[in-house]
């Protein structure tokens, strides 16, 4: 998709505060600091419209992004951060399962892991909780240029056994720096929210 508009148009926290447009939803997931900013931002073409922090734990609402008027990026707030206290990560936990288990736009789920080491325990339960709602999940692999490209099938296979994946669930490797893996994403995406190929 040639991306022209984005407008971030909601900082939700219950349902009642979600759109009402009935744009198709595509989450982004992930634990804090993998990169989830960085990839909206790629994907969108912008430099730093969503924002990144150094800070981990700071995306504590569901951020709704408006792309060309025809579909919702949302940003999940980041998991496995432990410095946030036990009462705040269980209210996210329930802002976001809410979310994910009753959001009849959501179309498909962006779960982001750190290519840089094998997922943790918090990337597997997430997992293996949107596999087990049946969530249409594609993983992506971030940071990817910083591993030696004759390693990428290594990461991916590593990925997927610590994952428990079955083949038919996407693996891209990611990188914001240098946009590889960009067209596979949107492609993916788009299939998502629009049932296209192209």
């Known amino acids: 998709m040639e991306v022209n508009h984005v407008e971030l148009v909601m900082s939700a926290v219950d349902p009642a505060q979600y759109p009402t447009t ?25 430099r730093s419209y969503a924002r990144t922090s150094s800070q981990p734990g700071k995306t504590q609402t569901l951020n ?39 959001r009849d736009q959501l179309r498909g789920v962006v779960s982001l892991v750190d290519a840089r080491h094998e997922p943790t325990e918090a990337d597997v339960q997430m997992y293996q909780w949107l596999a ?3 969530l249409p999940t ?34 891209v490797m990611f990188s914001a720096p240098k946009k590889i893996g960009q067209d596979t994403i949107w492609q993916w995406i788009e299939e998502q929210a629009f049932g296209e190929d192209d």
């Open 138 to 171: 594609l993983i992506v692999a971030t940071k990817s240029d910083k591993i030696v490209r004759g390693k990428w099938n290594q990461t991916v296979s590593q990925i997927k056994k610590s994952l428990n994946l079955p083949n038919t669930d996407n693996i």
């Open 22 to 46: 009935g744009y198709p939803e595509i989450a982004f997931v992930g634990r804090s600091n993998v990169g989830k900013s960085s990839l909206t931002n790629v994907l969108i073409n912008r």
């Open 132 to 134: 087990y709602y049946g």
């Open 64 to 102: 709704f992004y408006n792309v060309e008027d025809q579909l919702y990026f949302v940003d999940v707030p980041g998991y496995g951060y432990a410095k946030v206290s036990k009462a705040a990560r269980e209210k996210w936990g329930h802002m976001i399962e809410t979310y994910l288990t009753q």
